[in-house]
Nanobody, 116 residues
């Protein structure tokens, strides 16, 4: 019914930049909350950045000032611009689209590796 797909991950040196994209398709085209999460080996999945339909954003303290979440006008594509990347940003990054706390959809994830 809803497919969420991330892209844009890869290998980058510390200090570099990457931009992740997340496209949602299917019968639901509007989501109240869109977000990026990440999970490093041995760690729990954590919130990186979220954006509400009205444009209110929230960031993890560890990425404030370096990462920016945005979306296109239609809200179909959500982006995560990541600048000044650090080795500790290495993780699988997941996109989440939520209707509410009980109805949400995850992508399969995209690997981001930052070398020192």
């Amino acid at each position: 019914q809803v497919q969420v797909e991330e892209s844009g991950g890869g290998l980058v040196q510390a200090g570099g930049s990457l931009r992740l994209s997340c496209v949602a398709s299917g019968r639901i085209t509007s989501f109240n909350v869109m977000g990026w999460y990440r999970q490093a080996p041995g760690n729990q999945r954590e919130m990186v950045a979220t954006m509400t339909l009205s444009g209110i954003t929230n960031y993890a303290d560890s990425v404030k000032g370096r990462f920016t979440i945005s979306r296109d006008k239609a809200g179909k594509t959500v982006y995560l611009q990541m600048n000044s990347l650090k080795p500790e940003d290495t993780a699988v990054y997941y996109c989440k689209r939520a209707i509410n706390s009980q109805v949400h959809y995850w992508g399969q994830g995209t690997q981001v590796t930052v070398s020192s």
